[in-house]
């Protein structure tokens, strides 16, 4: 057990961790009942139930919460829902720490339970070994879920009113129980299990699970704020036995989103801003079942480009929401071209970019590249996304957008 625990720390310094971290981990371990009765032989100030001892764990915990992204830094990144690793030492470190984190975690819910925070655990499906479903250009669930979780956890960590915590936040492998158990220890107030459904390459639709009928509420929120980002078939909530919706104490559910079986619901699922508005809703869902406010953290203002790089004349891009914007758009032609992702992203309209042509919901357009940038025409965009752009008569260098009527 020596051996382990010195192997440990040395991993913890060798990937960088910080000392209180480190602590807390090790705090913790001695802490095992196994470990405990020699352990009090040689340390018994550690085990003594002092007001100040335990306020310094709480603390180191606290940190750690914060500093919660340990596994990052063994080297595994989740970028666009697809995992690098790079050895097998890496993925035993993973499985290691995933252990620990989730210890950890347990704690820090308490903590936070003494906060008066609602605490929602979100569950990646599968991991590791475990793929899960495999899509039609061989994309796998696990990472589809991860990221998700992910996205989540990001949009809500600084809630003052809700905790999240993950099951996994890395591509490690959890048994079923193992996720069902966390949340249970937890003492979770909900519980949202992340996958993707296949099953024919015609299959298609969004659909919630859930097992008991205090979770039906959940899950039919779930499945409303689904609809709205994937605007697939609504294939409705489902009454089952599942594992993880079975076996959780608290109100629970398993969310189908799309199918990896069917090729367009594939490609909407690893979309990056179908990702975005997925989990924004996700979000925005387990704020109204907790009746708290969604809160909106304040995006920086984008960095106009440089006059002097630009080729073009430049236009003002303003587009009109509760909060409006201003971009630099050109004059190309005669006609306006206007930056396709922040617009897009403000208007809601899914935009990708694939060997420099901009597609805007799933049509592409004709593009113009500028400094790197994707500019498409304001015609495409007012025909793509059905928002209406003005030319201000008093200045033909500006031009205004407004998002579709009742969007
Ligand atoms: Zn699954």
Redesign the pocket.
């Known amino acids: 057990m020596y051996d382990f625990l010195v192997e440990l720390i040395s991993t913890l310094f060798k990937h960088g961790l910080s000392l209180s971290s480190a602590g807390a981990i090790v705090f913790l371990l001695l802490k095992q009942r196994k470990l405990k009765k020699r352990m009090k032989r040689y340390f018994p100030w550690m085990f003594e139930d002092d007001h100040e001892m335990k306020a310094y764990a709480g603390n180191q915990l606290i940190i750690m919460e914060n500093q919660n992204r340990i596994m990052q830094k063994l080297g595994v990144e989740c970028a666009n829902g697809s995992m690098t690793k790079s050895s097998n030492q890496d993925q035993k470190n993973l499985n290691i720490f995933a252990r620990l984190s989730r210890a950890v975690t347990v704690q820090v819910s308490q903590l936070r339970r003494k906060q008066m925070k609602k605490i929602i655990v979100i569950d990646a ?2 991991g590791d070994k475990d793929p ?2 495999i899509g039609v250009t061989g994309k796998k ?1 696990k990472d589809f ?1 991860l990221t998700m979780a992910l996205k989540v956890e990001r949009l809500l960590q600084n809630h003052p009113s809700i905790t999240v915590l993950l099951t996994r936040r890395t591509d490690v492998f959890l048994e079923l129980k193992e996720r069902s158990d966390f949340a249970n220890k937890a003492n979770a107030d909900a519980f949202i299990s992340i ?3 296949s099953f024919e390459p015609t299959s298609a639709g969004t659909e919630t699970h859930y097992t008991s009928n205090d979770s039906k509420p959940l899950a039919t929120m779930l499945q409303r704020y689904s609809l709205l980002s994937t605007g697939l078939k609504d294939r409705g909530v489902k009454k089952g036995s599942l594992y993880v919706t079975k076996n959780t104490k608290m109100p629970s559910c398993l969310l ?1 989103p799309a199918f990896l079986s069917n090729s367009a619901e594939e490609l909407l699922l690893y979309n990056t801003n179908f990702q975005d508005t997925f989990s924004l809703n996700i979000s925005k869902a387990i704020c109204e079942f907790f009746g708290v406010a969604y809160e909106i953290e304040p995006t920086p203002a984008p960095q106009p480009i440089p006059d002097k790089s630009s080729p073009y004349p430049i236009m003002e891009v303003t587009v009109n929401t509760a909060e409006p914007k201003t971009f630099v758009g050109y004059s190309i032609k005669g006609s306006t071209w206007i930056p396709s992702r922040p617009v897009c992203d403000i208007l809601g309209a899914i935009v990708d970019y694939n060997k420099g042509i901009v597609s805007v919901n799933g049509t592409k357009l004709e593009t113009q590249l500028v400094n790197g940038v994707g500019y498409v025409k304001s015609r495409d965009l007012e025909i793509q996304t059905g928002a209406r752009v003005f030319w201000d008569k008093s200045n033909p260098k500006r031009v205004e957008i407004y998002p579709k009527l009742g969007a």
Request: glycine letters at 20%; a negative charge; charged letters at 20%.
């Open positions: 499906g599968h899960g479903a669930e879920n996958h993707a459904n189908e």
